[in-house]
Each structure stands twice: as structure tokens, then as C-alpha cells.
């Protein structure tokens, strides 16, 4: 579907800038997956096959917005028709529950499109803490792009392992070139143009 773009090395292009500031020579934009039902559909069943919730089955499905929105939803619906499902929101540097309530010590299952530094997936899990939840001890990601298996504890399981390299901003290599950073989903045909 075209969701993963890796940089060609042509310094015209310009290259990943990441949601935590750091840059990177590639992206999964899964948005491109996931907006498309019957695929997000495929991808949640077959990550659902990867565990058993025989005896943890979760009351409630969280995901970052935006990008896990719908992958809660799907999640949440694939489990058994009774498991809820919401999403958590930036605000300032917080990830909030701002619609959405967990009953205390309720089984909560974190899900995520795409993990890379998981700062954004632990800001979600410290909403979920705060507000009284009950953590599974794994997250479902579709794509886990860092070099770990486990993200504070938590196991990562994924449809696709996939490391791609991240840099500071200072320490660079594309930057070096001449390419220039940008955010991806806002800028996809620029990262895909012809140059």
C-alpha cells in the first residue's frame, strides 16, 4: 500500500522528521492502511491471532490519537462486542483521557500503529495509570520500527518488526547532505516526488 517510505539518499529529498523531534531515513505512514476497513480489519484479526486473552481479557481498549483511533475501535470490536474502546489526546505534553473514563482497576489493552522511541505510547499508558486502569502487560502494535521487544516492561507484540535508524537533529547524516527535515504525513508527496 505504499506505507513503508525509506529516503533514496538524493540530498534533494527531504527526510523523516519525527514526532519526538528526532530525524529519521524512513516512515511508516500507516494511516494509509488503516483508513481503508476491510484492510485495518485483516490487520487487527492477525494481530489478535498473536495472543491469548484466555485469561486477561481486556474491558478496554486504548490508542494514541490519531493515529491508533481506529485501530482501538477494531480492536476493541474483534475481542467480544462488550470490550470499550477510546483514545487518549494530546494536550500541552501530556498524552489525556479528555472523552473517555476507565473504571478503576478495569483491564486496559494499549494499542499503537506504529512504535519508534514509544514516547508517545508511554504517555498514553500514564493516562491510563492515572485515571486508575489496569494495564495488560503487553502493547499490540502493527509496526514496532524500534530495536526492542519491550517498551518499560511491557512486551511489544507486532505484525512487523522493522528497525529503521533515528538521529538527533545535531548528529544528522541527511541533514549533513543537504536534505532537509520534514514531518511526514503532512508532506508525503514531497517526501515521494521526483527530484
Not at 38 to 53: E, I, M, T
Not at 67 to 78: F, H, K, L, S
Not at 133 to 139: C, D
Request: hydrophobic share 40%; net charge positive; proline share 4%.
Amino acid at each position: 500500500m505504499g506505507a513503508l517510505w525509506i529516503h533514496d539518499d538524493n540530498k534533494r529529498r527531504p527526510h523523516a522528521l519525527l514526532s519526538s523531534g528526532k530525524h529519521s531515513n524512513g516512515f511508516f505512514n500507516a494511516s494509509l492502511a488503516t483508513s481503508n476497513p476491510d484492510v485495518l480489519h485483516q490487520l487487527c484479526k492477525a494481530l489478535l491471532r498473536q495472543v491469548d486473552f484466555s485469561r486477561q481479557l481486556p474491558q478496554m481498549v486504548v490508542g494514541s490519537a490519531m493515529g491508533a483511533v481506529t485501530m482501538a475501535y477494531e480492536i476493541a470490536r474483534q475481542l467480544d462486542g462488550k470490550t470499550e474502546a477510546g483514545f487518549t489526546e494530546k494536550v500541552d505534553q501530556l498524552m489525556e483521557l479528555k472523552r473517555f473514563s476507565i473504571k478503576r482497576n478495569h483491564k486496559v489493552l494499549v494499542v499503537e500503529d506504529v512504535i519508534t522511541t514509544g514516547g508517545t505510547t508511554r504517555k498514553t499508558i500514564d493516562a491510563i495509570e492515572r485515571a486508575g486502569g489496569a494495564l495488560l502487560p503487553f502493547i499490540l502494535t502493527l509496526v514496532n520500527r524500534s530495536d526492542s521487544g519491550q517498551l518499560d516492561g511491557y512486551n511489544i507484540i507486532s505484525l512487523i518488526q522493522h528497525h529503521l535508524p533515528i538521529w538527533d537533529a545535531d548528529d544528522c547524516p541527511l541533514c549533513r547532505a543537504g536534505s532537509k527535515a520534514l514531518r511526514p504525513k503532512d508532506n508525503w508527496d514531497k517526501l515521494n516526488a521526483s527530484y
